[in-house]
């Protein structure tokens, strides 16, 4: 074959093989940049799992919702949450509208990061009890890394909606506690949250006192708890009255919001649980009304 003829061929293989990629709408398609953070001196990955339609032709100049995720790292492993998949999935079968998810590595996974990092960074406040390691939390800069460096480089490089009822923020663990926390301190933001296992009895349940004070909330307020969070009989007595507390007082504060509260027979603090329970969440802050009731 003549050197001509084999550049033909590969040129042939290439365009094939980006026409194929483009028509491929059974896997999401995953993107990922660096992010340099000056709130938390740290670089970290956020990951971008876009919706079908988004580099078709009819829809380059559309615009789409976005939930904003914790712990990315995990959310978008498909050995843990699998987020991405899930989404699909329900855009597909037209049980949510495209969207786009954004998956926020934690300190942990950052460049030279530790586990400790995590808490460090989504911590809002210090607990000698349970985080005794961690004696000055830099939680309370959270929402600044969210609300001056995330959004900003997200909104710079894709075409997300404006706007509190275009935006949801969510997390589990003390990714819920930082979602939890960010919202607080910045009411009008978001208009949806998902607050997985989040552990309010922290800092002798300091953001539930503080929930008190917060007059508004998000529109829609999904709040996922197992019946089996601990080992430890005492907390997970109180997990899921401590959920429901959290759900009369936003519902007692902000009439208008809707609050999900799902309870996960026997299910435990892990990815796998929050996996499982991650569809009706998406459902209740992106689906129709209907599955709100």
């Given at each position: 074959m003549s050197r001509r003829a084999t550049i033909l061929v590969l040129a042939s293989l290439s365009i094939t093989a980006v026409l194929a990629q483009e028509a491929d709408t059974t896997s999401p398609r995953i993107e990922s940049f660096?992010?340099?953070?000056?709130?938390?001196?740290?670089?970290?990955?956020?990951?971008?799992?876009?919706?079908?339609?988004?580099?078709?032709?009819?829809?380059r100049e559309t615009r789409y919702s976005?939930?904003?995720?914790?712990?990315?790292?995990?959310?978008f492993k498909s050995t843990l949450w699998n987020a991405p998949a899930t989404a699909l999935r329900l855009m597909?079968?037209?049980?949510?509208?495209?969207?786009?998810?954004?998956?926020?590595?934690?300190?942990?996974?950052a460049t030279g990061g530790s586990p400790k990092q995590r808490s460090l960074e989504y911590l809002p406040f210090a607990d000698t009890v349970y985080e005794p390691s961690v004696s000055n939390p830099l939680g309370y800069r959270y929402p600044n890394f969210l609300l001056e460096e995330v959004m900003p480089a997200v909104a710079a490089r894709y075409r997300?909606?404006?706007?509190?009822?275009?935006?949801?923020?969510?997390?589990?663990?003390?990714?819920?506690?930082?979602?939890?926390?960010?919202?607080?301190?910045?009411?009008?933001?978001?208009?949806?949250?998902?607050?997985?296992?989040?552990?309010?009895?922290?800092?002798d349940?300091?953001?539930?006192?503080?929930?008190?004070?917060?007059?508004?909330?998000?529109?829609?307020?999904?709040?996922g708890i197992g019946t089996k969070e601990t080992e430890n009989v005492e907390l997970n007595r109180g997990a899921i009255p401590r959920c429901r507390d959290l759900a009369m007082v936003i519902t007692r504060m902000s009439p208008s919001t809707r609050v999900d509260v799902f309870v996960g027979e026997g299910d435990a603090h892990n990815a796998k649980a929050w996996s499982r329970r991650?569809?009706?969440?998406?459902q209740f802050l992106f689906g129709s009304p209907i599955a709100d009731k």
């Open positions: 660096s992010l340099e953070s000056r709130v938390f001196d740290n670089r970290r990955e956020i990951r971008v799992a876009l919706p079908p339609s988004y580099d078709s032709a009819e829809h976005v939930f904003y995720l914790n712990d990315g790292f995990a959310v597909r079968e037209g049980k949510i509208p495209e969207i786009i998810l954004v998956g926020i590595d934690n300190g942990a996974t997300v909606k404006a706007g509190a009822e275009h935006t949801a923020l969510g997390g589990a663990s003390l990714g819920g506690l930082a979602a939890l926390f960010a919202i607080m301190q910045h009411p009008g933001i978001f208009g949806g949250v998902m607050l997985e296992s989040t552990p309010t009895f922290m800092a349940s300091r953001i539930l006192q503080e929930a008190h004070l917060i007059e508004s909330w998000p529109a829609r307020v999904y709040l991650f569809p009706h969440a998406l």
